[in-house]
């Protein structure tokens, strides 16, 4: 328990910094509806006029734009790149920063076990994420209730948004296998970008492509949003490959932690 709390602790300001960061994009975002939808036809023939590659590349759709859940579900897809570094920060962070603040064989001289270190930083990264995520969602409701011009299903709203929640998870279990499976990380940041920027290029470049099989590779297209809001459902083939690649993430990064040489600074 004081090892989680300690995590905790050492989370606090980033994840306040990332939840402020989120809350304040979709605020800004979803306050400029009112004003897009009285533009709507307008902004349609506009669309038109871009190839269609472009605008799938860019999560565009004609059709569903000027609903508050189609335009919701075009902003959604950079508020989800944002809560993607921010799970890979946490995730990479998760045993790379006991080696750069050379602390690990301090770490490791207490009387717990390493699958208990790596339970305590894996539960405390997983609580920063359901902060973010509840407020996040909250707030992104409460907006969503003042700007909105006509009825919406909540429903399909509340699944659009906690798809931000089971991609995090992606990119917090990946990040923590990268955490201990490079020797030494000097910075975080890098990593975290590149990694998730190149999944973000992958999805936009299988959207102008229609490959299916290229889906299977990035995260971000796991939960496609035309897909929720036409069957109020998920893809059950994505959510099992989810499931599947964090399971094996987690195992990794534990069996991994257990073998790995720690170096004594």
């Known amino acids: 328990m004081n090892m989680y709390l300690h995590e905790l602790k050492a989370y606090r300001k980033s994840t306040i910094i990332w939840t402020c960061s989120l809350v304040a994009l979709v ?10 939808s009285k533009e ?3 902004f349609k023939k506009l669309m038109e006029g871009f190839p269609e590659p472009v605008r799938k590349a860019f999560g565009l759709s004609v059709e569903s734009m000027s609903s508050i859940l189609g335009f919701y579900s075009y902003i959604f897809l950079y508020l ?3 809560g993607a570094i921010q799970a890979m920060n946490l995730g990479t962070s998760l045993v790379s920063k006991e080696v750069q603040g050379k602390t690990a064989d301090f770490l490791l001289t207490k009387p717990v076990t390493r699958r208990n270190i790596m339970t305590s930083k894996l539960i405390a990264a997983l609580t920063c994420l359901v902060i973010t995520n ?6 992104a409701s409460f907006m969503a209730s003042i700007v909105k011009t006509g009825d919406y299903s909540y429903k399909i709203f509340f699944m659009l948004s906690i798809t931000l929640f089971f991609i995090q998870l992606m990119f917090l279990s990946l990040g923590g296998l990268i955490s201990v499976v490079a020797s030494k990380i ?3 940041l890098p990593i975290s970008l590149g990694t998730v920027f190149t999944f973000f290029i992958i999805g936009m470049f299988s959207s102008t492509t229609g490959d299916t099989a ?5 995260p971000f297209k796991y939960f496609d949003t035309n897909y929720i809001m036409k069957n109020s459902s998920y893809e ?3 959510i099992v490959i989810e499931i599947v690649f964090i399971i094996i993430a987690i195992y990794a990064s534990y069996f991994v932690y257990d073998k790995r040489d720690v170096h004594i600074v």
């Open 27 to 36: 605020v800004v975002f979803l306050s400029m509806y009112p004003a897009f």
């Open 40 to 42: 709507a036809e307008a």
């Open 80 to 82: 989800t790149l944002c």
């Open 134 to 139: 509840v407020v996040y969602l909250v707030v």
């Open 186 to 188: 000097k910075s975080v």
């Open 214 to 218: 290229m889906r299977y590779i990035t």
């Open 236 to 238: 059950s083939s994505y």
